[in-house]
């Protein structure tokens, strides 16, 4: 068994991969016994991450409030408590909270052979934002 004490900072979310106010808590980095990485993401409202992928997929368990994801191909899911939302391998999307509302989930994703376990792309604009609001299901 390895056991990690709670005390670890919150760290603010990086402007180069965020908008908004986003703050995380890294639970578990990969490593040499488990590729696996998981950490809980705090969003306020209407912040979000930019456009990106993960080598082997990701799955987000929502936590708390509401929030959404959407896929580069234009599908836009309303997230809520206790939701489960796994993103395919190489899928481009984003996630993040509504407009009116704070969201927060667990991220969990695999490392590739590299490490690697996100490419991050391109800001979502406001625009692209705005209609995920109105398109949301």
Same mark, same amino acid.
């Given at each position: 068994m390895k056991y990690t004490r709670s005390g670890a900072r919150t760290a603010t979310g990086p402007r180069s991969s965020f908008t908004g106010e986003v703050l995380i808590d890294g639970i578990r980095e990969p490593d040499e016994q488990s590729a696996v990485g998981c950490a809980h993401v705090r969003f306020a409202p209407g912040a979000r991450t930019a456009w990106h992928h993960h080598p082997k997929g990701q799955t987000l368990y929502v936590t708390d409030g509401i929030g959404l994801v959407a896929t580069r191909a234009g599908r836009v899911q309303e997230i809520r408590p206790g939701d489960?939302?796994?993103?395919?391998?190489?899928?481009? *999307?984003?996630?993040?909270?509504? @407009? +009116?509302?704070?969201?927060? *989930?667990?991220?969990?994703?695999? @490392? +590739?052979?590299?490490?690697?376990?996100?490419?991050?792309?391109?800001?979502?604009?406001?625009g692209e934002y705005d209609a995920a609001q109105g398109a949301r299901s």
């Open positions: 489960v939302v796994y993103i395919e391998p190489g899928e481009e *999307h984003w996630h993040g909270a509504t @407009a +009116d509302r704070f969201m927060a *989930h667990l991220a969990m994703q695999e @490392a +590739d052979g590299d490490g690697e376990v996100v490419t991050w792309l391109d800001h979502v604009s406001d």
